[in-house]
């Protein structure tokens, strides 16, 4: 079967059945293995499992981003590849706001 196809067979690509969740850095970094691989770019995470054998660029070079923020490598390479389109199916969710510590005075003083 080629990618379309499978991306169109209705299977659960993400193992989360459709929905969508945030996403920790903590998290992230906790799927990069090949079968239980996630790769964020701009701040969608993508389970890319089950395309690392359709990846025209080999499962290693896909590796070299596993649980991680893949989207330097994957612009450095081919910024104009559609990903949004071809992993639609692998959608797990968006990356949490990290909470920023703010430099200024507390707000209640
Ligand atoms: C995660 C989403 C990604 C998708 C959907 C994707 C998709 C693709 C596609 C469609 C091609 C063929 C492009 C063409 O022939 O014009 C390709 C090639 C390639 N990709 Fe990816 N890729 C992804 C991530 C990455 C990452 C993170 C890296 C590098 C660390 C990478 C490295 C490569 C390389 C080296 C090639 C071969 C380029 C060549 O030989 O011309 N890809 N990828």
Request: hydrophobic share 35%.
């Amino acid at each position: 079967m080629d990618w379309i196809r499978l991306t169109k067979s209705g299977k659960d690509l993400t193992g989360l059945k459709g929905r969508l969740i945030e996403v920790t850095e903590e998290e992230l970094k906790n799927h990069n293995k090949k079968d239980d691989c996630w790769i964020c770019i701009r701040g969608f995470v993508y389970n890319v499992s089950p395309y690392m054998e359709y990846h025209p660029g080999g499962e290693d070079e896909l590796m070299r981003a596993a649980g991680s923020d893949g989207t330097d490598l994957f612009d450095q390479v081919h910024r104009w590849v559609n990903y949004e389109s071809m992993l639609k199916e692998c959608l797990v969710g968006r990356m949490a706001v990290k909470p920023t510590i703010s430099k200024g005075k507390p707000w209640h003083l």
